[in-house]
């Protein structure tokens, strides 16, 4: 099947506006700020996605598990046209779609509903798995997680068994932002090497770095990109 170029809707550079349309008490400002470049390179170099092949079955699949920062997600996806701008301004608010945790029901576009830390990358797991049974072996799973999350033992889990079946169409983007309680010997990416998964670590706000992590060829296994990012404060 072919989709259709995602690619000539808004730039890069009107994501501050859009974000700045989204306000209130609880938007997690960092959280979503964090996330910006690594969710643009993927849905406007990376993704095999439109907002006309959201339900195609060989659609790639992004799930935002770090989901309790969603305003760079849903800028990224006004900017794409999966939904109209003159929804971001409602964000939060009781009538809209738009919720502090997205919802894959009211968000078009959304994979999962998520915001609960560590749920994430086993439903990624779960995706590839059923993708793989199903035959399907083009589309991608990607998965956003923050540095946090992989304090979760769900993750842990999700990690070791990724890796020793070769979910090869899985991939797993850390945004590192510093905000981890615990640290592990060799940092971030030698957790994922540890259990097979090809690995690489870039500079998260740089595009072009950020792309050639994410298209690296890795055969037979998963892969992780580790994206480096200011500390959270």
Do not use: C
């Amino acid at each position: 099947m072919t989709f259709t170029d995602v690619h000539t809707a808004q730039g890069y550079d009107d994501l501050p506006r859009l974000m700045s349309l989204m306000t209130g008490d609880e938007k997690h400002g960092p959280a979503a700020t964090s996330t910006l470049d690594v969710v643009w390179v993927l849905y406007d170099r990376v993704l095999r996605v439109s907002p006309e092949a959201v339900n195609a079955p060989d659609r790639d699949r992004f799930l935002l598990s770090k989901g309790h920062g969603p305003m760079a997600y849903y800028a990224v996806l006004a900017a794409k046209g999966f939904l109209p701008e003159s929804l971001l301004p409602g964000f939060g608010a009781y009538e809209s779609p738009l919720g502090h945790h997205p919802d894959r029901v009211l968000v078009p576009g959304a994979e999962i509903g998520s915001g609960s830390l560590g749920h994430g990358l086993p439903l990624a797991v779960g995706s590839a798995l059923g993708l793989r049974a199903q035959g399907r072996s083009g589309p991608a799973v990607w998965v956003l997680v923050g540095d946090a999350e992989l304090d979760e033992g769900s993750n842990h889990e999700a990690i070791a068994y990724a890796g020793a079946v070769g979910l090869e169409r899985l991939h797993t983007v850390v945004v590192d932002n510093a905000s981890a309680t615990h640290g592990r010997p060799g940092g971030i990416a030698a957790r994922f090497e540890a259990a097979g998964w090809s690995t690489a670590t870039v500079d998260g706000r740089d595009h072009q770095a950020l792309y050639e992590a994410y298209t690296a060829p890795h055969p037979g296994r998963p892969h992780a990109v580790v994206a480096r990012v200011e500390a959270k404060v």
